[in-house]
């Protein structure tokens, strides 16, 4: 019985990686597209990521769709650790003003990104649309 558990868990633990993995491959595209294409690049992909990520809080829970989409495709896409050596790099070349005006706006239109895409998952929910997986 407790092989037969173990095996079901690993499976399922599995499953959720070859989610967590579809997610994130065109999550890490995207992000590389955008650093290729846009000066601000970690300021777009994290506010894109933020609301994102609102949208799937505001609808209803599915494990499945927060695995591909919140923890794949978002985790992939946004980046805190680059946009905190961009914040670092401004400092060490004198410009903090710079700095905390890149912290200040990311972390306002991330914040804003969030909740209006977590306002927008609200306003699909009272849609009672079907729900669906992932």
Do not use: Y
């Not at 037969?4 to 597209?33: I, M, N």
């Not at 294409?37 to 992909?45: G, M």
């Not at 923890?71 to 410009?95: E, K, P």
């Amino acid at each position: 019985m407790a092989e037969q558990q173990q095996q079901r868990s690993l499976s399922a633990e599995l499953q959720e990686l070859v989610l967590v993995a579809l997610g994130a491959v065109p999550g890490a595209l995207l992000r590389w597209q955008v650093a290729l294409h846009w000066a601000d690049r970690h300021l777009l992909v994290n506010v894109l990521g933020a609301a994102l990520l609102g949208l799937l809080a505001g609808l209803p829970a599915a494990p499945r769709r927060q695995l591909l989409v919140g923890i794949g495709f978002c985790g992939s896409l946004t980046t805190f650790s680059s946009w905190m050596v961009d914040a670092m790099q401004l400092i060490s070349a004198g410009q903090i003003a710079e700095a905390f005006g890149l912290i200040g706006l990311t972390l306002g239109l991330g914040v804003g990104a969030a909740a209006l895409g977590f306002w927008l998952g609200q306003r699909l929910r009272l849609l009672k649309l079907p729900r669906s997986e992932p």
